[in-house]
């Protein structure tokens, strides 16, 4: 699989990598109920497949996403890249509604550091990134707690992740940002304009997320699927998976599976292509719950669209929420 070097890393990674977050399970932010087991085998068949790293967050599933990597990754003769945050935190006791809350004090940094540490059973964490610029005043905080973490051993690389240019520039005067972490797919395009031209002009790695918009570009969600959704799973309130969106979505998904069928490819490997495309991009993050799901995503990093062929997608213009 093609590999890309991230922004200023001695990192080489493969342009599609493993994303944690729907292994976490149930909470604030969840995505169902998930079986632990169908995780660590998804993990293990994409690192088979060649995937060499994995992205993940403390807070996914409170806590739970990095323990089922760490199990995943144990014994593993050629471990994959570790990729991690901070900057959200939880309280282990009451908290039935499993919900989280925003700190990035340098304290706090560090505890979660040596929390994920433990948890994922590895050494240094090969990506230390600030999750969401939450409290917004305190991102120069965490950023210098986080380079005396880099200067320790304990991270080899910093990023940061949903940080607009404007905080990137705050923190550049500090340190060199490796990467960026934002979301961007065919639906949403935010970052087109303003922020993958800085990161070009800086040197700084993206890695995106939700390059298949959550499930939503796979060519496997439909309205009866979504109204069928367990109630903790986010998505079913979401902007794009309502209406009038929804049908607008689902319309950009035919052509998708479309041009899929026409080259014999799984649906999902044409959004993440078309991430993929874009030259700031160095790599897109894609979700892995059960091996299949490794299985149809892997090839998308070589997998190359014509121009006339994307053409054929509709392209709405909505508000983003």
């Not at 149930?26 to 109920?33: A, K, L, N, R």
């Not at 079986?35 to 806590?63: E, F, K």
């Not at 050494?123 to 986080?146: K, R, S, V």
């Amino acid at each position: 699989m093609k590999k890309q070097k991230l922004g200023n890393s001695d990192l080489e990674i493969t342009r599609v990598g493993i994303g944690a977050w729907a292994i976490g399970g149930s909470w604030q932010w969840g995505w169902g109920h998930q079986n632990d087991d169908d995780s660590i085998a998804a993990i293990r068949r994409a690192v088979d497949l060649g995937v060499n790293w994995i992205d993940t967050a403390p807070v996914y599933g409170l806590g739970h996403s990095e323990t089922i990597v760490g199990k995943a990754i144990k014994g593993m003769k050629d471990k994959p890249y570790i990729f991690t945050k901070c900057g959200l935190r939880w309280d282990e006791r009451n908290n039935d509604k499993r919900e989280a809350r925003s700190c990035l004090k340098a304290a706090s940094v560090r505890k979660e550091a040596e929390d994920s540490l433990k948890r994922l059973g590895v050494d240094a964490i090969d990506l230390y990134q600030i999750h969401w610029p939450n409290p917004n005043g305190d991102i120069e905080e965490a950023w210098t707690e986080m380079v005396k973490l880099q200067e320790e051993g304990k991270v080899r690389w910093i990023g940061v992740s949903n940080h607009s240019v404007k905080q990137m520039d705050r923190l550049m005067k500090i340190a060199p940002i490796t990467s960026l972490q934002p979301p961007y797919n065919y639906i949403n395009r935010t970052i087109e304009a303003i922020t993958l031209p800085y990161c070009q002009d800086n040197n700084i790695g993206v890695i995106v997320y939700s390059p298949m918009a959550s499930g939503l570009l796979t060519g496997r969600m439909t309205a009866e699927r979504i109204a069928a959704m367990p109630n903790d799973d986010w998505r079913k309130y979401d902007f794009n998976f309502t209406e009038p969106q929804l049908s607008r979505n689902l319309k950009i998904v035919k052509v998708m599976a479309s041009i899929a069928e026409a080259r014999g490819v799984p649906t999902p490997q044409i959004p993440i292509a078309w991430a993929l495309k874009h030259p700031a991009v160095t790599a897109a993050i894609v979700g892995k719950r059960k091996p299949a799901h490794a299985e149809e995503a892997i090839g998308a990093a070589d997998l190359v669209v014509s121009d006339e062929e994307w053409a054929k997608i509709p392209c709405f213009s909505w508000p983003h929420h």
